[in-house]
């Protein structure tokens, strides 16, 4: 099964525009995405999502590749193309099927109350019973979570993920308890820095809620300073009993496999979570129907796209049925691969962000990470009751423009 040609097709993707906004304006999950096809020497032909540079792999094994190609998409192709020369589904090639339907949850980045309760709708409309959602401190969380709790149904939850946000247990625990009141809440995801061992520790003990943390590693977004929050080793966060389960990420199988191995021997449940099409869904269900442990909600966030690549069988009751057929199970649209690669991408506009403080204080950004990072610094407090966030967008004009370029040298602050 050698493999013929490795080609990758860049593909512009488009938001719901109920949360394009949002989705745009937080830059940690864009538009653009990558298609990677693999031929095989037999006619085979596999599809990844992701990667697909590495052409190295020419010529050589997709046996081989399943377990030493570190090109995600390629190694995912090549999951599909050897499974369909073989007439197997992909997890018969990755490890012995524990399950035939996978946990699988809905995701989006933070949004405002009522918009957060009107995914909610849409998500339970979808067959999920779980909703991952990025909890920041420009929003007020018990507001948003009184808006959701209000329409969601009985036995949907959400996990509220805060990267880090809270800072430390002092300031998290009153927050975290609050929120707990709801029975629509259930879960916390990195609610403090993740090198922070006697705080999970704090939190573990005084929280009525699961606790899950990334596995072996930090979880906030700053970039300034390296060593803000390495994390720690999984070593330690399990020896430590820092976590109720773990967040996995990343496209390689047998890397997530072997975590999945320390997982299950310390009984750890965990979730795989890497955002793209719904071919990587159809990913993540294979891999995770081969782990024991993966009994959280895995995700892959595809049902955020006005057009996808391919489709997947509709989660029932919270559950994705693992594609029965061979490879990833997924038939790819070619025509609307050709009209994803042919669509322009997204333009890059400048936005000014202001976080307004029910009292009239105004903090003004000229970009995401520059306000991710003033709040974990301390420079504001963050999720204080009533906060909210205001987006505007260039307009062309000369004001826009003198405000972002002051903004960019330190953010404004007027009230």
């Known amino acids: 099964m050698k493999i013929e040609s490795i080609e990758a097709f860049p593909l512009n993707m488009t938001f719901l525009p109920e949360v394009a906004p949002h989705m745009l304006r937080a830059l940690t999950h864009g538009t653009k995405l990558t ?18 540079t590495d052409r190295s792999w020419v010529g050589r094994s997709a046996l081989e590749a399943l377990r030493h190609c570190k090109d995600s998409g390629v190694q995912m192709a090549c999951y599909d193309a050897v499974g369909k020369t073989l007439g197997v589904p992909a997890h018969v090639l990755m490890g012995r099927q524990v399950r035939a339907r996978v946990p699988f949850a809905y995701w989006t980045i933070d949004l405002p109350p009522d ?35 209000k329409v969601a149904p009985p036995n949907f939850r959400a996990w509220l993920d805060f990267n880090g946000h809270l800072r430390e247990a002092r300031l998290a625990l009153p927050i975290l308890k609050a929120l707990s009141q709801h029975d629509f ?8 820095p993740q090198r922070d061992v006697e705080g999970y520790k704090v939190l573990r003990r005084k929280i009525d809620r699961p606790l899950a943390i990334h596995y072996g590693g930090g979880c906030c977004h700053v970039r300034s300073d ?15 009993g820092l976590c109720d389960g773990f967040v996995l990420g990343g496209g390689d199988v047998d890397h997530l496999r072997q975590i999945a191995g320390v997982a299950h021997e310390f009984r750890k449940p965990f979730w795989i979570q890497t955002v793209g099409t719904a071919l990587r869904a159809a990913w993540i ?35 994705l049925p ?37 009292g ?12 991710h990072e003033a709040f974990y610094f301390g420079d504001l407090p963050g999720f204080i009751r009533g906060v909210r966030l205001e987006v505007r967008e260039d307009d062309g004009s000369r004001a826009f423009s003198d405000l972002h370029t002051r903004c960019e040298k330190a953010p404004m602050v007027e009230g």
């Not at 390296?226 to 430590?240: H, I, K, L, S, T």
């Not at 009239?360 to 306000?371: D, M, V």
């Open 35 to 52: 298609l990677c096809r693999v031929v095989l020497a037999n006619g085979a032909v596999g599809y990844g999502d992701g990667g697909g």
């Open 115 to 149: 918009l957060f309760a009107q995914q909610v709708r849409h998500a339970a409309s979808l067959g999920y019973t779980v909703y991952k959602f990025k909890c920041r401190p420009w929003w007020d969380p018990v507001e948003q979570v009184e808006a959701a709790s």
């Open 185 to 192: 809440v259930g879960g916390f995801e990195s609610p403090i």
């Open 226 to 240: 390296p060593g803000y929050d390495p994390g720690v080793n999984a070593a330690v966060q399990v020896r430590e």
């Open 285 to 319: 269900a294979h891999l995770a129907s081969t782990c024991q442990e993966a009994l959280l909600s895995s995700l892959a966030a595809h049902d955020l796209w006005v057009k996808d690549i391919t489709s997947v069988p509709r989660v029932v009751d919270g559950y």
């Open 322 to 358: 693992v594609p029965e057929g061979p490879g990833l199970g997924v038939e790819v649209n070619e025509r609307a691969v050709a009209e994803l690669h042919a669509a322009p991408p997204e333009p890059d506009i400048k936005r000014i962000s202001t976080v307004v403080y029910p």
């Open 360 to 371: 009239g204080l105004r903090w003004r950004f000229a970009s995401e990470q520059q306000r």
